[in-house]
């Protein structure tokens, strides 16, 4: 059966509304609400999300100082290479300032064996290490005479080793290179007690990565 729906009453003036109250969850301040689930105003949102973003920044800066990267580890050997040695080039004998000699290589840093092996590497100027590929030799005459003359037949024999490090690895090697490196720049040692210590290093070293090439 057809049923008339009954005529709108027009309403006349304007209509009461009922006035809520909407109290802050979080200030407990009588303000309209930005968040309707959990009920906050909108300088509550506000000051929760400078607050979540700062918690996330200082979770990611935790975490990164945690992780020792490759670059990481290459940067403290590298000042510790630097700060044992003479301060000047080891291929071609330029003296200059610890902080403009790089730290070469004699085994290309690419392989993962010889990367932070201490008696892989000397001080040498830039134009040695970028431009001057027989610079090796050179660095390689040193390394025999210091770590004995069969050391560079060593390293070339393990460089074609694998080395896998994990972050507990790094991270493990990096403390041990920068304590030495703390010891070395805050004592007064000579060339000969540096080395001493660059030996010590060493031999922690291989303690850690020994088991670890295969
Ligand atoms: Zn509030
Ligand atoms: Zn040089």
């Known amino acids: 059966m057809f049923q008339?729906?009954?005529?709108k009453i027009p309403v006349k003036g304007v209509a009461k509304r009922e006035v809520k109250e909407t109290i802050c969850s979080e200030c407990r301040k009588n303000k309209p609400y930005a968040n309707k689930t959990k009920r906050l105003c909108s300088s509550c949102v506000k000051k929760l999300q400078v607050q979540k973003a700062k918690e996330k920044k200082d979770r990611e800066r935790r975490k990164k100082a945690e992780t020792v990267t490759q670059a990481k580890l290459d940067q403290v050997t590298s000042w510790l290479i630097r700060a044992v040695?003479?301060?000047?080039?080891h291929a071609c004998g330029k003296e200059m300032q610890r902080k403009h000699l790089q730290c070469c290589h004699f085994v290309s840093r690419t392989k993962t064996a010889?990367?932070?092996?201490l008696h892989n590497m000397l001080?040498?100027?830039?134009?040695c290490n970028m431009y001057t590929p027989h610079h090796v030799w050179e660095l390689g005459k040193y390394i025999n005479k210091l770590w004995g003359e069969d050391k560079t037949e060593i390293l070339l024999e393990l460089a074609g080793k694998q080395l896998k490090l994990n972050n507990a690895d790094r991270k493990e090697i990096y403390v041990i290179y920068k304590q030495s490196l703390d010891r070395i720049e805050t004592n007064d040692y000579s060339l000969k007690e540096r080395i001493e210590i660059l030996k010590e290093t060493y031999f922690k070293y291989l303690d850690i990565v020994q088991p670890l090439i295969k």
């Open 4 to 7: 008339k729906t009954p005529k």
């Open 85 to 89: 040695y003479e301060e000047k080039c």
């Open 114 to 117: 010889t990367r932070f092996d």
């Open 123 to 127: 001080p040498g100027c830039q134009v």
